[in-house]
């Protein structure tokens, strides 16, 4: 019989006192949960778990929290139990089964997913009326599932990590069954179920979200509770529109610098150790430059080549064939820098329709000879690509690597970026690593190595078959270790080491004497067997029905002691999983999302009970590719990560996100460069003990995590203050004149009267000065309204706040608190001080998008500038949500004439206006290659 309970027993209480950020939180619940959502994003350590579990008690309704993994589902039942009940013994009214639905129910999106599933096809098959709702929002199977999951996780999907969800009280094939699935549901809806947590919310995408808008259509108007480290952020506009309907907008945000202060999180810091390429991959890259350097001389010399760009109707007939230009600019600049470097006279006339000088036109880099054959090869309607001589340069391209899927690379090649992310050199830097932190941590060293694939096969079949290794991986890891051990520490006992995957588990045979010691006690039989090539290691075999308390005992062992080294995969160990004495963890792993990135980092910043002292170092890895500019792809992905994560700043006391906090300036690297930066890194790392000294000055000020806008200086629209100038000086000129003139032709007497001169011309000039007061009056505001940089980007903050404010998109403020700061260099730093984290997020997309090179709006800002010697023209885009609707643009226009000077609405949408767009685009094309505004968080 299914228990009915419908509240919650009255003693149930939280066994500790509330930090202040959570009970912050808690305080402004009823404001929250008026819609019926609370939305959280707090760090791993922030007690993300525990605010869900107080949440569910005061809403006090029958509760169904989902779980992406069986380790996090355990960890609810079991936090609950130790942090509100204190007790043991799990309560009937308490189930970790879908299939016994409870007053609580703690459970998995798979298994979730799998009956919801399951019930539509049950439907189906019956043609049920009912079926309407499982099947309008489609579904997809479990492997889908499983792939969605892989591809979270930046892994191939038979590299997938996350375990399957299966436990002993919950058999695939009853989870499966249409008609028992049709059973769950029906025991759900007469729970009364109300209360919906989504724990790390941002899983839900593609086929759990559809299974978690499915569940909340069969509940009565439920709560909705969204938990999550890591928003989406790096989705695309239409699946984070979906994750924010289900979860709905972001409510509170707990920082890093704010766990930091309360020591929920211990000090930390971020270190990058770089590599070049080993020689063996040197040499393949540098044959690769050349034979893309010979391709280039030759297409130059090309009379084919040559004579086709040079009459392409782009270039003879310009005119006609403005809208195609207007949607490829790239591509016709290429045209043009082509012409330019192959001397064809015809460039000259066409770099006019850019708008450049001569002498500012580009050099033919690879990026522009990628652009322009790209689209010669595959993009281009008026180029017959079946030609013989295109259909040869295709075939040679294509032998040389450098076409794949119809894409061409001439810098690098999806290979050859492979090739250097997997770089055999990382292996080796991994061992350094290791040697240092054994050096500074001694016995306390718990270090945990995260990377993405297992490389099961690499792993020798016997003593004496161990081969080179040729590149990254969780076996390939471990073999680089077990044998620099071997090679100092003959007994190898001196640093146990372990490997813990999803389906891999090596453990030290003491280590491994102590888990068969501890499954027996509890009746669980394991699988084990020597490892083939060293005695001194051992196997266990892993299953789904033991996975999570291999698991539980492997972390169990690593805070012992057992194993101090911890080798393991991303997907498994990098979310959820919680080992609070990892002090070092080194990010052997290339995903560069947002969210994993974040993920895995958690691990090993979260402070430990009993030990106040505990200091975290986050190694990360990069293989530079030394002959680019930006450092290659690895390189790439590496500043993608560090665009997400927050920490303390190597050059200045600071707590921000972004490279630049790492003291890695742009430019190219040379081996010299990498070796200095790796010795100051290491000297740095030295430096553990004044972490904890350099977190407390940082987040000594009552600040905030804010996001801000960084920008070049000379993108900021300053005032047109000249022309009103002008006009003033004319209209005084001109009104003293004929006033001095007409005071000497009406009454020839007042030229020899007694006054004195100076004060006949007083009397004329202050005549004049009203005259042109309108004009002087604006030219005076205007200069004192923009007298720095920081006060003109105020106002062109204020024109856009207060339309957005105007079309209720953001709250009221007295004043516009947009605080801005010139660095070196000539960038420009800003941030928006009150205002919920949404609204921020809006007004800064919105300034970026007017600051930022002109894409493809629906209205422009047209300013016309007169000089002494001319005119200057510049343009700025209207931001795309303020340029939705006329009345709206028109409203910023006469914003913007209020607050920066006069300017023209254009709307590019029309004959004229795309005439204009082409113009501003093409103004801005010299900076397609060029470094844009940058968004970063920082503490203020």
Request: with cysteine; charged share 25%.
């Amino acid at each position: 019989m299914e228990n009915q309970t419908k509240h919650f027993p009255d003693h149930i209480k939280f066994s500790y006192p509330w930090r202040s950020y959570q009970k912050r939180i808690l305080d402004r619940l009823d404001e929250h949960l008026r819609n019926r959502h609370l939305h959280l994003v707090a760090p791993p350590g922030s007690g993300k778990t525990v605010l869900g579990l107080e949440v569910m008690l005061r809403i006090n309704r029958p509760t169904i929290i989902l779980a992406p993994t069986l380790t996090i589902k355990e960890q609810w039942a079991n936090r609950f139990m130790e942090l509100f009940l204190d007790t043991d013994i799990r309560p009937d009214w308490l189930s970790t089964s879908i299939h016994h639905p409870a007053m609580v129910t703690i459970t998995t999106y798979q298994a979730l997913h799998t009956v919801l599933t399951a019930a539509g096809k049950k439907d189906e098959e019956q043609g049920d009326k009912q079926s309407t709702v499982l099947r309008d929002h489609g579904m997809k199977t479990a492997v889908d599932d499983t792939e969605d999951a892989a591809t979270d996780h930046g892994s191939a999907p038979e590299e997938q990590e996350i375990p399957e969800d299966t436990d002993e009280a919950e058999k695939e094939d009853e989870v499966g069954q249409p008609s028992a699935a049709i059973e769950i549901i029906e025991k759900l809806k007469k729970l009364g179920l109300h209360t919906v947590i989504f724990d790390e919310a941002h899983h839900l995408r593609v086929s759990w979200w559809r299974s978690a808008v499915q569940l909340c259509g069969l509940l009565e108007r439920p709560t909705k509770i969204a938990l999550t480290a890591t928003p989406p952020y790096d989705v695309n506009p239409n699946e984070w529109q979906r994750y924010i309907e289900l979860c709905g907008p972001i409510d509170e945000e707990i920082s890093v610098p704010e766990l930091v202060r309360h020591g929920e999180l211990c000090p930390h810091q971020d270190y990058i150790m770089l590599t070049p390429p080993e020689e063996k991959e040197a040499a393949q890259l540098r044959e690769f430059r050349m034979h893309a350097a010979r391709l280039r001389g030759e297409l130059i010399r090309d009379k084919f080549i040559t004579e086709l760009i040079a009459g392409h109707p782009w270039i003879t007939n310009a005119e006609s064939h403005m809208e195609e230009i207007l949607s490829s600019p790239g591509y016709y600049s290429s045209m043009v820098i082509f012409l330019r470097a192959a001397n064809q006279p015809v460039w000259r006339d066409a770099v006019k329709l850019l708008g450049l000088k001569e002498a500012d036109t580009p050099n033919l880099s690879d990026e522009w000879l990628e652009e322009l054959l790209s689209g010669v090869l595959f993009k281009d309607a008026h180029v017959d690509s079946d030609r013989p001589e295109l259909k040869e340069l295709r075939r040679r391209l294509s032998q040389l690597g450098m076409i794949e899927r119809r894409k061409l690379y001439l810098r690098s090649t999806p290979a050859l970026d492979k090739m250097l992310i997997h770089s055999v050199s990382k292996l080796k830097q991994i061992g350094h690593i290791l040697d240092f932190e054994r050096s500074v941590l001694g016995e306390g060293l718990r270090m945990v190595i995260l990377t993405d694939y297992i490389r099961k096969e690499d792993m020798p079949k016997q003593a004496g078959d161990e081969q080179p290794i040729q590149r990254l991986g969780v076996v390939p890891i471990f073999e680089t270790i077990r044998r620099r051990l071997k090679e100092k520490e003959p007994s190898g006992r001196e640093l146990p080491i372990g490997v813990l995957t999803g389906s891999l588990v090596i453990l030290p045979v003491a280590a491994a004497a102590w888990v068969r010691e501890t499954a027996g006690q509890r009746g669980i039989t394991l699988t084990e067997r020597p490892l083939a090539h060293d005695s001194d290691y051992v196997t266990i075999d892993v299953r789904d029905s033991n996975r999570s308390v291999i698991v539980e005992w492997v972390t169990e062992l690593f805070d012992q002691g057992g194993v101090r080294v911890l080798v393991g995969t991303a997907a498994l160990l990098g979310e959820g999983w919680d080992a609070p004495r990892i002090n070092s963890m080194i990010m052997a792993s290339y995903v560069g999302s947002f969210m994993l990135s974040n993920q895995m980092r958690g691990r090993a910043i979260r402070s430990q009970r009993g030990n106040p002292d505990k200091t975290g170092a986050i190694w990360h890895l990069a293989c530079v590719d030394t002959e680019l500019a930006d450092g290659g792809e690895d390189m790439a992905s590496l500043t993608r990560r560090f665009r997400s994560l927050v920490g303390l700043s190597i050059t200045k006391e600071t707590i921000e996100s972004g490279m630049e906090r790492m003291g890695l300036g742009q430019g190219q690297l040379a081996v010299r460069d990498i070796e200095q930066y790796n010795a100051q890194t290491l000297e740095r790392a030295k430096e553990r003990h004044l972490l904890k000294e350099r977190w407390a000055s940082a987040v000594a000020l009552q600040g905030s995590m804010t996001e801000e806008l960084k920008a070049e200086g000379k993108s900021v629209p300053r005032p047109v203050v000249y022309p009103y100038t002008i006009k003033a000086v004319l209209i005084f000129a001109l009104v003293l004149g004929l006033e001095t003139f007409f005071d000497a032709a009406s009454s020839p007497q007042m030229l020899h009267s007694d006054a004195p001169g100076w004060f006949k011309f007083s009397i004329a000039a202050v005549l004049a000065a009203v005259c042109a007061s309108p004009w002087i009056y604006k030219a005076a505001k205007m200069t004192i309204k923009h007298q720095s940089l920081d006060r003109s980007i105020r106002e062109v903050g204020l024109a856009v706040y207060t339309v957005l404010y105007e079309m209720k998109l953001v709250q009221p403020a007295p004043s516009i608190h947009l605080i801005g700061t010139q660095e070196e260099g000539g960038t420009f730093v800003c941030w928006l001080r009150d205002g919920s984290t949404h609204e921020k997020t809006l007004f800064l997309n919105a300034l970026q998008q007017l600051l930022d090179p002109i894409d493809n709006p629906r209205y422009l800002v047209y300013r016309t500038s007169r000089r002494w010697f001319g005119q200057s023209h510049d343009y700025h885009a209207v931001p795309e949500e303020i340029g939705r609707r006329k009345d709206i643009a028109e409203r910023f226009a006469v914003l913007w004439r209020k607050h920066i000077g006069p300017a023209e609405l254009v709307y590019t949408r029309t004959p004229e206006g795309r005439k204009k767009l082409l113009d501003a685009r093409a103004k801005s094309l010299t900076a397609m290659f060029v470094r844009k505004s940058e968004r970063v968080s920082a503490w203020r």
